[in-house]
């Protein structure tokens, strides 16, 4: 960047204006040549991008409750990614929701049954009595069956089912029993399942997995059958202690090895069943609301990087962390350049104006603090923080705790920089002109440390970046924090799950390269010195 | 500036770093101790009296206010702040860090924080030495050869490729490492630290084995994540004493490559690379923290984070005194050997 560029000598802002563009095509074309700075600055956009996405795709919700949030309940606890299916020989099934395919009431089967036994009868009547016989039929069999049959068609191709069976009920005005009868395609049929008791709700979701009814009828009609009833008591004592969920039993073949859930599933259509039958009569008119129901299966995989533990995606924990480390990088590294910066040049120029005695004193502050070990101590401030302040360090905590630290090495550089300008024969002459103290360190070195200023933002992100993972991954910072660090301290115990445990640290890396890159380019560009290596 | 006197300042200045260190770290452990103690002693408070079952209030009140009294006096919770650092302070110089709150099983059948944390800093001296050891050697190797190709595929690509190493968080390296070598490919076990088997004990050439095959996917990784970065380094200094002028003088003698190689430029670059070698063997220490704990090896850091996760602040704060003097010490001596091979240093 030459000196004309920077000061215009005269004209307007339209003026000024093109010699900034001037300086800055300037930069640009010396910065292209660094073929890692351009992959960096890639690199940076994918990440900004990335940033600007999740506020779009990302719910508000989420980014306010992300670690309990109630939508996570619906997916499926730690379930690969949806194109697994592209690449596994075993099938894995999506997130599936099933709709009735017929509802039928109770009352009318009853009806039916009236007019079949009294066909005689009724023939005989003229049609007027018929009409009214009609409606005490109805009337009759309205009030003593209240209850809805809903059959539901599942048809399944997927070889892994999931743990989890959920059917929902919505809009009951009634309390209620909720049976499930499921006819699998091999004709082995599980009715009679009681899936439970309900008082009237707007909507319940009724689990599945730990059912005890589900798992008498699956040990009863699948496994005793087959495996004996010593495996049969043997599974069902490890069911009842909810060592694995029983859901997956119900698509399982029935041959020899069922009871240890080794057995393929059955493909084909299943018919699913569900009664929900009034356990009080006497219903007054706006009651007699039809309930709505639904099957939801969960499934065996979901999304673009599947679940966690807790079945949050992780597709969008990874998005919502390219925000957080974005911010703590930015925030963190402008910060401690400024007052680093700040710090070096006014002691700098301390010294090239004389007063060694106010450099040599800032100088030993800052010696000491670069040589403090920054790990323990954020370390321990953060323990110190969550016990005596009861305060879960977020972004913003672990930025400050890191800026204790982070501007002295920034600071050592400025004031050797901030000296040799010192030296120069422009300041001599500015000091001839009468220009004081803060007019010299502001218009005369501050401005030629801005360049450095730069890089130095850009070196010190990657190094907050990893920080905070750490600190994330050692279980110190805020659990509704979505960084990255925090859902690989998560994953810690579930290594096997590849689609939890990778993209993490693929993210912190990319992340901390991007900033490396583009760093170690300007400061190519800022320190001459170094071009020739 | 003669030797001496510089062997002095460094040397006061380092007892000042480490001085301000020790007081920032027992401050807050001071106050986290207080009010840990305070907590016990209000729930002991609770105990005593729940067991007196006293019936009027009144008495009540005075006798619980007497027994608060003799438990203040008794945990030292009366004593201002000051006081308790100052304490604190000459415990810590004669690392007495009194007991932790619970055991430690890995870390041999006791309490005493101190033969706890002797245990595991010689573990992971064990380990993370070793890794060092194996990266520098590759790395100034590596490095070197770089210099001398200057703008080969090796020197261009060198830079990259510390820039990505050096963005790898280490444990996380180590996870996908136990995910393919440990689940996957079934090579390496998952767990870096067993109980040596018997019958494996017996056998030396049996136990090393043992040990390295057990180390080596702790071992990889440390060295896949500082390799590269040591490289650069070694690269950006041979390259800097390759321009230096000296060297090309002794280009122009005539001498032969050999002779320039070893004896002008090795001798140069000798010690930025001490420096930046014993900078790596302690900073490894520090890398150790968190990754001890997915290799689940029971060093300083999986003792570090034990204690966190348990709120045992007597062995948090050990741990984090001894790593404090360890740097700062380390710096010291760095700089005294610096000063002792560069004669430039001194003075300025």
Known sequence: ?533 | MGYGRYVVVRGLNALLVLFVAILITVSVFSVLETQQLEARAREELQNILRGMKIKDEEEMRRIAQKLWESLVERYGLNEPLYIKVFKWMYRSLILDFGEARQAYPAYGNTKDVRSMILTALARTALLFTTAELIALAIGILLGLFAAYRRGGFLDRFLSVFALTTNSIPMYWLGMILILFFAYTLNIFPPRSWEYVPEDVKTNTFLLFTWYLHHMALPLITIIFVAFGGLAWYTRNIALGTFQEDFIMVAWAKGLPEKTVLYKHVLRAISPPITTMSLFAIVNSFFGAIISEVVFQWPGMGRLYYSALSNTDTPVVLGVTYLSIILIVLTKYILDLIYGFLDPRIKTA
Not at chain 1, 117 to 142: G, S, V, W
Not at chain 1, 181 to 189: A, K, T
């Open chain 1, 1 to 533: 960047m030459s000196r004309e560029a920077q000061y215009p000598k005269r004209g307007g802002l339209k003026k000024a204006l093109k010699y900034k563009i001037n300086a800055f095509k300037e930069f640009w074309n010396e910065y292209r040549r660094f073929k890692i700075g351009l992959a960096g600055l890639a690199l940076l956009f994918i990440l900004i991008g990335m940033a600007v996405a999740a506020d779009v795709v990302v719910p508000a919700d989420i980014r306010t409750n992300w670690a309990t949030n109630p939508r996570w309940v619906d997916n499926p606890k730690l379930a690969p990614p949806a194109w697994i299916n592209w690449f596994s020989s075993i099938k894995y099934l999506e997130p599936t929701d099933l709709k009735p395919v017929n509802v039928d009431e109770y009352w009318k089967v009853c009806y039916a049954q009236k007019i079949a036994e009294n066909k005689e009868l009724l023939d005989k009547l003229t049609p007027e009595q018929r009409e009214k016989a009609l409606a005490k039929f109805e009337d009759l069999c309205r009030q003593q069956y209240v209850g809805y049959y809903f059959e539901f068609v599942f048809n399944n191709q997927a070889d892994k089912i999931g743990k989890e069976l959920m059917i929902i009920i919505r809009n009951l005005k009634y309390p209620a029993t909720i049976t499930l009868d499921i006819y699998r395609p091999d004709g082995v049929n599980l009715t009679g399942i009681e899936v439970a008791e309900l008082t009237p709700t707007n909507e319940s979701k009724q689990k599945l997995q730990f059912s005890e009814s589900l798992m008498d009828v699956v040990v009863r009609e699948l496994v005793e059958p087959i495996d004996g009833p010593e495996a049969a008591t043997d599974l069902m004592n490890k069911l009842k202690n909810r060592a694995f969920s029983v859901v997956p039993f119900i698509f399982l073949d029935d041959k020899p090895g069922i009871s240890n859930g080794t057995t393929e599933t059955v493909k084909g259509e299943y018919r699913f069943v569900i009664s929900v039958t009034a356990t009080q009569t006497n219903l007054t008119e706006s009651q007699y609301v039809s309930p709505e129901v639904e099957i939801r299966f969960p499934g065996a995989c979901y999304g673009v990087l599947g679940t966690d533990l807790k079945g949050r995606d992780n597709f969008i924990t990874i998005m919502l962390g390219s925000q957080l480390a974005l911010l703590l990088g930015f925030t963190y590294s402008v910060a401690a350049v400024i007052i680093g910066v700040i710090y070096g040049a006014t002691s700098g120029y301390l010294r090239g104006s004389g007063r060694l005695w106010a450099d040599e004193a800032l100088q030993r502050v800052n010696e000491v603090i670069y040589s403090l070990p920054v790990l323990p101590f954020l370390i321990i401030f953060s323990y110190y923080l969550r016990l005596v302040y009861k305060i879960q360090p977020n972004i913003f905590h672990i930025a400050g705790l890191l800026l204790i630290f982070g501007w002295t090495g920034v600071a050592i550089v400025t004031r050797s920089m901030a000296l040799s300008v010192m030296g120069q024969p422009y300041i001599e002459s500015a000091i001839a002109l009468g220009a004081k103290g803060r007019r010299i360190l502001f218009k005369y070195v501050l401005p030629q440390l801005v360049p450095y200023a730069f890089a130095a933002i850009a070196l010190s992100i990657p190094g907050a970046i990893l920080m905070e993972a750490g600190l994330s991954f050692l279980g110190l910072t805020d659990p509704n924090m979505p960084s990255w660090g925090r859902m690989l301290y998560e994953a810690q115990n579930a290594i096997k799950a590849w689609w939890w445990v990778l993209p993490p640290g693929v993210m912190i890396t990319i992340a901390a390269v991007a900033f490396a890159f583009i760093g170690t380019a300007l400061d190519t560009i800022v320190n001459p010195k170094l071009k020739g290596l």
